[in-house]
């Protein structure tokens, strides 16, 4: 039984306040006045003063906030001098008659209860204390309890406002303080590679955890775009014996996932079975996804089928990997089996998952199917509606994405960029910079609205409007320009032409250029014929990514362009030595439930006879029309395995390119004057481009094309990107 319930007297409220309170001969009473805080809260535990003192809890409403910090200075100033102020025994105070006043710095501290905490925090994170009197307030073990919030809400700033008092305050900076983990923590959960390695590093071996090697490998595994530090991390733990529970291994399969390391996301499967965690949901569900990106769809498969039990993730994991592959109908099938015969129900997350596939595969039955669920299962909110917004944009459906966009009721930033992504993505930049203005009203932009704004610029030729947005991103908007804004204005101004002012802003930029931004300029190069600014950004390309052959067949066709043969073949034939390959062009089409893909000169389609009859027909059409093969450009492959310059190979070569073959198939599979949709994995070539924009008039077909870079609305003899692209 505790004791009983006293009031306050006027004298020891007032002693309170001041921050001076009196004790008893080895027993402390309890007070309380009011449970809720909205009153003095005085907690008093019973137990003997010999063994632990226990600090009071203040919180009175009814103070100002500069009393309240008044208050909890005066309590906590001398914090340092705790250990030359020892406990009094038992025999120094000789009954309750005889107490005497202890003051406020004599009161050893203890963690600060809850409501006092959320207002200090709060008072961090905002105005109330100043960060100077951090100092004074707080025991390491508070500074680790801020910091944790600080990870836990990702709150880069507030923490290191906090490092920054750690640093400049003398505090402890032991490693027996474990601050250094706790920062540990809130650099890698936010995502600061550099600041978390060199913490890591810095903190001994005896000191550090499995929760600090998973902390930092987690953020190796998210932030960084080389996986090899990462995969030397996980392999010095195991070397030294710290035995890794599910979380890293499922850190690990998400890098595995995001990279697509399909080798060492075997070998992590194999750990997770050795380990015993065959049945575990999680690991089960992180494997499934592993493959699914690695685009093993038969080992999807096998694991979801030996799985105990299967959860919405597993199901909405199994449906993206089906539909990603373009397997449509086994898709509805699986659908039809998840809601209908195991009764489960889409959720927000599974429903985005799978509309983000139906974006990446581009067919739009599919998500057209699952969008009628989403109406149905959560409704239209903010989260789902953005998603079909995009997934209608990226599937060629723009008119349909607006529609959407203008019908839901409420949208955030992100949604607004999906938007605006997508108009910029089919080349409607009047559009976005009239959507943009209007933006405002709803939301504030953030960076990546402004690299939605330059690539509709770019895409548009609004050289101009490109240039006025970037210069008032930082003293208009508020945004430092990022290297992506950089590259987006490098693209701009290379498109149009202007490449030297392209090069002098290269130059000029705050930061080191990254391959996007010189494969951009490489990209107008070769667009342009500019030949000698091509070979300059070539050699610096090839340092950062000696195996992309990406950039070597561009400055190639730039030397075939400029009739430079010799040394176009030169090139290719250096790279075919060195046993690099060119990425396949590959051009898929959706018709019946099922993707078609096809690469140039493929002949592996169950309907080859009837693709190339249609197709020699379609020259001969095309040619009648105005069509001339653009060879200039065009190496095919000689017999040796180099390349020769024979024009009538050229020329066939150029004929069989994968998107005329879709084309074909899609011309013998549906009725005339049907809309077709062909989705390319490079950028269209300039002769399937005048090719098509030819058909679309012979046949009168409206046809669309995604290549990597942006949508070509071709109708009537004439595309929506005006040849411009």
């Not at 309750?96 to 009161?107: F, G, Q, R």
């Not at 889409?346 to 067919?363: E, F, K, R, W, Y």
């Not at 249609?614 to 040796?640: C, E, F, N, W």
Request: net charge positive; charged share 20%; hydrophobic share 40%.
């Amino acid at each position: 039984m505790g004791a009983p319930k006293q009031k306050w007297t006027a004298d020891e409220e007032a002693a309170l306040k001041a921050g001076v309170i009196k004790h008893g001969a080895g027993k402390w009473r309890t007070i309380l006045k009011d449970p809720e805080y909205s009153s003095v809260l005085y907690l008093r535990s019973n137990v003997d003063l010999k063994d632990k003192w226990r600090n009071m809890s203040v919180m009175a409403n009814g103070w100002s906030s500069r009393e309240k910090s008044k208050f909890a200075v005066k309590r906590m100033h001398h914090v340092s001098k705790r250990e030359e102020s020892p406990l009094p025994a038992d025999n120094d105070v000789k009954s309750d008659e005889d107490a005497v006043d202890i003051k406020a710095h004599e009161v050893p501290l203890m963690p600060i209860p809850a409501p006092i905490r959320s207002t200090i925090r709060s008072s961090i994170l905002g105005r109330s204390l100043r960060m100077k009197c951090l100092s004074q307030l707080f025991l390491p073990s508070h500074l680790r309890s801020f910091l944790r919030s600080c990870a836990h809400q990702s709150s880069l700033s507030a923490g290191k406002q906090l490092h920054a008092v750690i640093l400049t305050a003398s505090l402890p900076a032991s490693h027996n303080s474990f601050l250094p983990n706790a920062l540990l923590h809130l650099y890698s959960s936010c995502g600061v590679v550099s600041y978390a390695r060199h913490l890591f590093f810095q903190i001994p071996s005896s000191h550090k955890d499995l929760a600090d090697w998973t902390s930092f490998l987690n953020c190796l595994s998210k932030h960084k775009n080389d996986p090899c530090e990462a995969y030397w991390l996980f392999n010095e733990l195991r070397r030294r014996g710290i035995l890794v529970d599910d979380v890293v291994l499922l850190s690990m399969l998400g890098l595995c996932a995001r990279v697509g390391n399909l080798e060492m996301g075997t070998q992590l499967h194999g750990c997770v079975m050795k380990m015993g965690f065959k049945y575990s949901l999680k690991a089960c569900n992180a494997i499934m996804n592993m493959y699914v990106k690695c685009g093993l769809l038969s080992k999807v498969r096998g694991v979801f089928s030996e799985m105990k039990e299967q959860n919405v993730v597993s199901w909405s994991i199994l449906l993206e990997g089906y539909v990603g592959s373009g397997l449509i109908k086994e898709g509805c099938l699986l659908l039809n089996e998840m809601v209908l015969q195991s009764g489960l129900r889409l959720n927000h997350v599974s429903l985005c998952s799978i509309l983000s596939a139906s974006a990446q595969s581009g067919d739009v039955a599919f998500g057209r199917l699952v969008h009628v669920l989403a109406l149905k299962e959560v409704g239209l909110d903010i989260m789902v509606g953005t998603a079909l917004v995009d997934m209608y944009a990226k599937c060629g459906r723009i008119n349909v994405a607006v529609r959407v966009f203008e019908y839901l009721p409420r949208r955030n930033v992100v949604t607004w960029n999906a938007m605006l992504g997508g108009l910029a993505m089919h080349g409607k930049g009047k559009a976005v910079l009239h959507m943009f203005s209007k933006m405002f009203e709803e939301a504030n932009p953030d960076d990546l609205t402004f690299i939605a704004v330059l690539s509709a610029c770019s895409h548009a030729g609004l050289v101009d409007q490109g240039w006025e947005y970037f210069h008032n991103l930082e003293p208009v908007y508020g945004i430092t320009p990022k290297i992506d804004h950089y590259a987006c204005m490098v693209d701009l101004l290379g498109r149009a032409g202007r490449l030297e002012e392209a090069e002098r802003l290269i130059h000029n930029m705050p930061m080191p250029p990254n391959e996007v931004v010189l494969g951009s300029l490489l990209g107008s190069c070769s667009l342009h014929g500019k030949l000698q600014i091509g070979e300059r950004i070539l050699h610096d390309l090839v340092q950062m990514d000696p195996q992309n052959t990406e950039y070597h067949i561009l400055l190639s066709n730039i030397y075939a362009s400029s009739g430079n043969r010799k040394q176009a073949n030169s090139l290719r034939d250096a790279l075919y030595r060195r046993g690099i390959r060119k990425v396949p062009g590959m051009s898929s089409i959706h018709i019946g439930c099922r993707v078609h893909q096809f690469t140039a000169g493929d002949k592996s389609h169950p309907r080859t006879p009837e693709i190339y009859h249609t197709l020699d027909d379609m020259i001969i059409r095309l040619k009648l029309a105005g069509y001339v093969p653009h060879t200039a450009s065009q190496i095919s492959a000689g017999a040796d395995g180099g390349y020769s310059g024979d024009e009538e190979e050229k020329e066939q070569a150029l004929l069989s390119h994968s998107e005329k073959l879709a084309f074909c198939f899609g011309l013998i599979s549906t009725s005339p004057g049907t809309s077709l949709y062909i989705f390319k994995n490079l950028r269209m070539c300039h002769d399937c481009h005048s090719a098509i924009k030819i058909a679309s008039d012979v046949y009168q077909r409206e046809i669309t094309v995604r290549d990597r870079n942006r949508f070509h609305y071709f109708k009537q003899g004439s595309c929506s990107c005006s040849d411009y692209w």
